[in-house]
Protein backbone atom coordinates (compact mmCIF):
# COMPACT_ATOMS: atom_id res chain seq x y z
CA UNK A 1 0.00 0.00 0.00
CA UNK A 2 1.19 3.50 -1.03
CA UNK A 3 5.04 1.98 -1.87
CA UNK A 4 6.11 5.79 -2.72
CA UNK A 5 4.87 7.23 0.38
CA UNK A 6 7.19 7.30 3.83
CA UNK A 7 6.67 8.29 6.89
CA UNK A 8 9.88 10.61 8.02
CA UNK A 9 11.10 9.42 11.36
CA UNK A 10 11.50 11.96 14.55
CA UNK A 11 9.59 14.38 12.23
CA UNK A 12 6.34 14.09 14.58
CA UNK A 13 5.04 15.56 17.74
CA UNK A 14 2.19 16.28 19.63
CA UNK A 15 0.47 18.85 22.71
CA UNK A 16 -0.32 16.96 26.14
CA UNK A 17 -3.76 15.63 26.27
CA UNK A 18 -5.19 17.92 29.12
CA UNK A 19 -8.70 16.29 30.86
CA UNK A 20 -12.10 18.24 30.00
CA UNK A 21 -11.73 21.89 31.37
CA UNK A 22 -9.31 21.72 33.72
CA UNK A 23 -6.67 23.57 31.18
CA UNK A 24 -6.65 27.15 29.45
CA UNK A 25 -6.66 24.61 26.60
CA UNK A 26 -10.38 24.50 27.01
CA UNK A 27 -10.57 28.30 26.08
CA UNK A 28 -8.38 28.33 22.63
CA UNK A 29 -9.62 28.28 19.33
CA UNK A 30 -8.16 24.44 18.67
CA UNK A 31 -7.81 25.02 14.34
CA UNK A 32 -5.59 28.47 15.84
CA UNK A 33 -3.52 26.40 18.52
CA UNK A 34 -3.01 23.27 16.19
CA UNK A 35 -1.21 25.20 12.96
CA UNK A 36 0.52 27.05 15.77
CA UNK A 37 1.58 24.31 17.82
CA UNK A 38 2.45 22.22 14.61
CA UNK A 39 4.87 25.41 13.41
CA UNK A 40 6.57 25.00 17.25
CA UNK A 41 6.83 21.14 16.43
CA UNK A 42 8.71 21.23 12.62
CA UNK A 43 10.83 24.16 14.36
CA UNK A 44 12.11 21.49 17.34
CA UNK A 45 12.04 18.94 14.56
CA UNK A 46 14.19 21.49 12.59
CA UNK A 47 11.82 20.73 9.54
CA UNK A 48 11.79 24.07 7.35
CA UNK A 49 7.87 24.50 7.26
CA UNK A 50 8.33 25.52 3.55
CA UNK A 51 8.55 21.93 2.61
CA UNK A 52 5.16 20.92 3.15
CA UNK A 53 2.94 21.65 0.11
CA UNK A 54 0.17 19.89 1.45
CA UNK A 55 -1.92 19.94 4.53
CA UNK A 56 -4.48 17.33 5.65
CA UNK A 57 -6.14 17.84 8.97
CA UNK A 58 -9.19 15.89 10.74
CA UNK A 59 -10.90 16.50 13.97
CA UNK A 60 -13.99 15.45 15.06
CA UNK A 61 -15.50 18.64 17.40
CA UNK A 62 -16.89 21.62 15.11
CA UNK A 63 -14.53 24.45 15.89
CA UNK A 64 -14.93 28.40 15.20
CA UNK A 65 -14.05 29.16 11.77
CA UNK A 66 -13.70 25.38 10.82
CA UNK A 67 -15.76 26.71 7.43
CA UNK A 68 -12.31 27.74 6.46
CA UNK A 69 -10.68 24.21 6.94
CA UNK A 70 -6.91 23.20 5.96
CA UNK A 71 -5.71 26.42 4.05
CA UNK A 72 -6.54 28.41 7.80
CA UNK A 73 -5.27 26.26 10.12
CA UNK A 74 -1.89 26.68 7.56
CA UNK A 75 -2.13 29.92 8.03
CA UNK A 76 -1.77 29.51 11.55
CA UNK A 77 1.14 27.23 10.97
CA UNK A 78 2.42 30.37 9.15
CA UNK A 79 2.69 28.56 5.53
CA UNK A 80 -0.57 28.99 3.53
CA UNK A 81 -0.99 25.79 1.31
CA UNK A 82 -4.24 24.05 0.12
CA UNK A 83 -5.79 20.99 1.89
CA UNK A 84 -8.44 19.62 3.31
CA UNK A 85 -10.48 18.21 6.76
CA UNK A 86 -11.57 14.21 7.24
CA UNK A 87 -13.60 13.28 9.62
CA UNK A 88 -14.11 9.45 11.08
CA UNK A 89 -14.88 9.48 14.70
CA UNK A 90 -12.06 8.00 16.73
CA UNK A 91 -10.60 6.55 13.24
CA UNK A 92 -9.92 10.24 12.10
CA UNK A 93 -5.95 10.57 13.58
CA UNK A 94 -4.93 7.25 11.43
CA UNK A 95 -7.40 7.93 8.25
CA UNK A 96 -5.93 11.21 8.27
CA UNK A 97 -2.27 9.68 7.68
CA UNK A 98 -3.27 7.41 5.41
CA UNK A 99 -4.96 9.73 3.20
CA UNK A 100 -1.74 11.75 3.41
CA UNK A 101 0.12 9.01 2.28
CA UNK A 102 -1.92 8.82 -0.76
CA UNK A 103 -1.42 12.21 -2.04
CA UNK A 104 1.95 11.25 -2.23
CA UNK A 105 1.38 8.10 -3.75
CA UNK A 106 -0.95 10.11 -6.31
CA UNK A 107 2.31 12.32 -7.30
CA UNK A 108 0.35 15.17 -6.45
CA UNK A 109 2.37 16.38 -3.37
CA UNK A 110 6.06 15.32 -2.24
CA UNK A 111 5.73 16.36 1.64
CA UNK A 112 2.16 16.03 3.04
CA UNK A 113 1.48 17.15 6.89
CA UNK A 114 -0.92 15.51 9.03
CA UNK A 115 -2.53 17.64 11.58
CA UNK A 116 -5.33 15.97 13.74
CA UNK A 117 -6.88 18.14 16.67
CA UNK A 118 -9.63 18.07 19.06
CA UNK A 119 -11.42 20.67 21.91
CA UNK A 120 -14.11 18.80 23.29
CA UNK A 121 -14.33 21.01 26.15
CA UNK A 122 -16.94 24.09 25.78
CA UNK A 123 -17.99 22.31 22.50
CA UNK A 124 -20.40 24.96 20.40
CA UNK A 125 -24.21 24.49 20.46
CA UNK A 126 -25.77 23.84 17.26
CA UNK A 127 -29.27 24.79 16.47
CA UNK A 128 -31.63 23.03 13.49
CA UNK A 129 -34.61 23.92 12.52
CA UNK A 130 -37.26 21.65 12.92
CA UNK A 131 -39.21 21.97 8.92
CA UNK A 132 -41.74 19.38 10.77
CA UNK A 133 -43.02 21.63 12.65
CA UNK A 134 -45.45 24.27 11.33
CA UNK A 135 -43.69 26.83 14.10
CA UNK A 136 -40.43 25.98 12.58
CA UNK A 137 -39.12 25.43 16.38
CA UNK A 138 -35.49 25.48 16.68
CA UNK A 139 -33.62 22.35 18.73
CA UNK A 140 -30.62 23.23 20.26
CA UNK A 141 -28.20 20.43 19.85
CA UNK A 142 -24.64 19.95 21.36
CA UNK A 143 -21.65 17.26 21.28
CA UNK A 144 -23.06 15.50 23.99
CA UNK A 145 -26.19 14.12 22.31
CA UNK A 146 -23.99 12.41 20.08
CA UNK A 147 -22.18 11.12 22.92
CA UNK A 148 -25.33 9.79 24.25
CA UNK A 149 -26.56 8.18 20.91
CA UNK A 150 -25.95 5.04 19.79
CA UNK A 151 -25.87 5.22 16.03
CA UNK A 152 -25.25 1.33 15.49
CA UNK A 153 -28.73 0.13 16.64
CA UNK A 154 -30.76 4.10 16.24
CA UNK A 155 -31.65 5.15 20.16
CA UNK A 156 -30.78 7.14 22.69
CA UNK A 157 -28.75 5.32 25.63
CA UNK A 158 -28.32 7.67 28.32
CA UNK A 159 -26.43 5.71 30.38
CA UNK A 160 -23.39 6.65 28.32
CA UNK A 161 -23.99 10.44 28.76
CA UNK A 162 -21.72 12.16 31.15
CA UNK A 163 -22.17 14.80 33.82
CA UNK A 164 -21.97 18.25 31.74
CA UNK A 165 -20.27 19.91 34.78
CA UNK A 166 -16.17 20.22 35.32
CA UNK A 167 -15.01 16.64 36.28
CA UNK A 168 -12.00 15.47 38.02
CA UNK A 169 -8.92 14.31 35.91
CA UNK A 170 -9.10 10.66 35.85
CA UNK A 171 -7.91 7.95 33.50
CA UNK A 172 -11.07 6.07 33.26
CA UNK A 173 -14.99 6.91 33.99
CA UNK A 174 -17.87 4.50 33.94
CA UNK A 175 -18.39 1.96 31.40
CA UNK A 176 -14.67 2.23 30.62
CA UNK A 177 -14.98 4.92 28.44
CA UNK A 178 -12.28 7.67 28.97
CA UNK A 179 -12.18 11.22 30.51
CA UNK A 180 -12.83 13.63 27.77
CA UNK A 181 -9.87 15.63 26.41
CA UNK A 182 -8.17 17.82 24.30
CA UNK A 183 -5.20 17.88 22.67
CA UNK A 184 -3.23 17.99 19.08
CA UNK A 185 -1.05 15.75 17.39
CA UNK A 186 0.83 15.84 13.89
CA UNK A 187 3.38 14.02 12.13
CA UNK A 188 4.70 14.55 8.78
CA UNK A 189 4.48 12.41 5.42
CA UNK A 190 6.58 12.60 2.38
CA UNK A 191 8.24 10.39 0.31
CA UNK A 192 11.40 10.78 -1.81
CA UNK A 193 12.19 13.18 0.90
CA UNK A 194 11.78 11.51 4.15
CA UNK A 195 15.80 10.73 4.58
CA UNK A 196 16.24 14.37 3.99
CA UNK A 197 13.83 15.57 6.57
CA UNK A 198 14.19 12.77 9.05
CA UNK A 199 17.16 13.06 12.46
CA UNK A 200 18.10 9.37 11.47
CA UNK A 201 17.76 9.62 7.36
CA UNK A 202 18.38 5.29 8.06
CA UNK A 203 14.93 4.62 10.10
CA UNK A 204 12.49 3.24 6.68
CA UNK A 205 8.79 3.31 7.77
CA UNK A 206 6.31 2.21 5.22
CA UNK A 207 2.78 1.97 4.69
CA UNK A 208 1.82 -2.17 4.21
CA UNK A 209 -1.90 -2.08 4.55
CA UNK A 210 -5.43 -1.13 6.10
CA UNK A 211 -8.60 -2.19 6.18
CA UNK A 212 -12.06 -0.99 8.35
CA UNK A 213 -12.50 -2.04 11.80
CA UNK A 214 -11.05 -4.48 14.16
CA UNK A 215 -11.29 -8.21 14.67
CA UNK A 216 -12.55 -10.23 11.76
CA UNK A 217 -10.86 -7.52 9.22
CA UNK A 218 -7.92 -7.74 11.09
CA UNK A 219 -8.24 -11.89 10.36
CA UNK A 220 -8.74 -10.86 6.56
CA UNK A 221 -6.03 -8.37 6.64
CA UNK A 222 -2.98 -10.30 8.04
CA UNK A 223 -4.36 -13.22 5.83
CA UNK A 224 -4.06 -11.50 2.92
CA UNK A 225 -0.55 -10.15 3.31
CA UNK A 226 0.94 -13.44 4.43
CA UNK A 227 1.13 -12.35 8.03
CA UNK A 228 0.38 -13.90 11.66
CA UNK A 229 -0.15 -11.75 14.96
CA UNK A 230 3.22 -13.85 15.99
CA UNK A 231 5.06 -11.45 13.14
CA UNK A 232 3.68 -8.03 14.60
CA UNK A 233 6.32 -6.48 16.79
CA UNK A 234 4.16 -3.78 18.57
CA UNK A 235 0.61 -3.96 18.55
CA UNK A 236 -1.64 -1.25 19.95
CA UNK A 237 -5.13 -0.24 19.77
CA UNK A 238 -7.66 2.64 21.34
CA UNK A 239 -9.63 1.04 23.13
CA UNK A 240 -12.11 2.76 24.92
CA UNK A 241 -14.93 -0.25 24.29
CA UNK A 242 -12.25 -2.22 26.93
CA UNK A 243 -14.97 -5.73 25.44
CA UNK A 244 -13.76 -5.41 21.86
CA UNK A 245 -10.06 -6.17 23.27
CA UNK A 246 -11.51 -9.56 24.62
CA UNK A 247 -13.09 -10.50 21.72
CA UNK A 248 -10.28 -9.24 19.30
CA UNK A 249 -7.69 -11.61 21.57
CA UNK A 250 -10.51 -14.93 20.82
CA UNK A 251 -11.16 -14.29 17.23
CA UNK A 252 -6.92 -13.39 16.09
CA UNK A 253 -6.13 -16.15 19.30
CA UNK A 254 -3.86 -13.26 20.79
CA UNK A 255 -2.91 -12.75 24.33
CA UNK A 256 -4.29 -9.21 24.86
CA UNK A 257 -1.66 -8.42 27.52
CA UNK A 258 0.64 -8.17 24.49
CA UNK A 259 -0.99 -4.91 23.59
CA UNK A 260 -0.25 -1.74 24.68
CA UNK A 261 2.88 -2.67 26.62
CA UNK A 262 3.74 1.06 26.89
CA UNK A 263 0.00 1.99 28.21
CA UNK A 264 -3.26 2.74 25.82
CA UNK A 265 -4.76 5.59 25.18
CA UNK A 266 -6.94 5.76 27.82
CA UNK A 267 -4.85 6.95 29.84
CA UNK A 268 -4.42 10.61 27.95
CA UNK A 269 -8.52 11.29 27.98
CA UNK A 270 -10.43 10.42 24.80
CA UNK A 271 -9.97 13.77 21.93
CA UNK A 272 -11.03 11.79 19.22
CA UNK A 273 -9.19 13.13 16.04
CA UNK A 274 -5.43 13.23 17.52
CA UNK A 275 -6.15 10.18 19.63
CA UNK A 276 -4.69 7.26 17.20
CA UNK A 277 -2.63 9.59 15.25
CA UNK A 278 -0.71 10.22 18.66
CA UNK A 279 -0.87 6.11 19.27
CA UNK A 280 0.94 5.60 16.04
CA UNK A 281 3.70 8.04 17.02
CA UNK A 282 4.29 6.18 20.11
CA UNK A 283 4.06 2.67 18.34
CA UNK A 284 6.53 3.75 15.69
CA UNK A 285 8.62 4.82 18.47
CA UNK A 286 8.61 2.01 20.07
CA UNK A 287 9.43 -0.29 17.29
CA UNK A 288 12.56 1.76 16.29
CA UNK A 289 13.30 0.85 19.98
CA UNK A 290 12.95 -2.40 19.30
CA UNK A 291 14.80 -2.59 16.34
CA UNK A 292 11.99 -2.79 13.37
CA UNK A 293 9.11 -5.12 12.43
CA UNK A 294 5.54 -4.85 11.80
CA UNK A 295 3.57 -2.14 13.67
CA UNK A 296 -0.24 -2.77 13.59
CA UNK A 297 -2.16 -0.20 14.98
CA UNK A 298 -5.82 -0.43 15.16
CA UNK A 299 -8.51 0.88 17.01
CA UNK A 300 -12.73 1.19 17.74
CA UNK A 301 -14.82 3.92 17.20
CA UNK A 302 -18.20 5.04 17.68
CA UNK A 303 -21.06 3.59 15.52
CA UNK A 304 -19.46 0.53 14.45
CA UNK A 305 -16.61 2.73 12.84
CA UNK A 306 -13.20 1.61 13.40
CA UNK A 307 -9.83 1.47 11.65
CA UNK A 308 -6.78 -0.77 11.30
CA UNK A 309 -3.16 -0.65 9.40
CA UNK A 310 0.04 -2.21 8.90
CA UNK A 311 3.18 -0.57 8.81
CA UNK A 312 6.80 -1.82 8.83
CA UNK A 313 9.95 -0.06 10.67
CA UNK A 314 13.34 -1.16 9.15
CA UNK A 315 16.49 0.54 9.47
CA UNK A 316 18.54 0.83 5.79
CA UNK A 317 21.61 0.80 5.80
CA UNK A 318 23.84 3.16 3.99
Given amino acids: MFPEARISYGTWGSSFFPAWQTSALAQVNIGQFAGEAMNRILGKRKVPKDRLEYLVIGSTIPWHWKFWNAPMVA ?3 GHRIPGYHVEQACATGLQATLLAAAEVQSGSHDVVGALTFDRTSD ?22 DNFGFR ?6 DDRHRRERGPQVQVCVTGGTQTHAAD ?6 TSAGRARELSPRPEINIRFVAKTEAPALAVRKLLKKNDLTMADMAVVKNH ?11 KVLEYDWREMNKTGCSLVW ?9 RLLIEALEEAVDLGGGHVLLFGYAAGDVGIAALFNVSEVKS
Avoid: K, M
Fill in 75 to 77: SCL
Fill in 123 to 144: SPVGVFPERRAHERTLPISDVW
Fill in 151 to 156: SGHGQR
Fill in 183 to 188: GTATLV
Fill in 239 to 249: NPFAVNDAIFG
Fill in 269 to 277: GHPQGPTLT
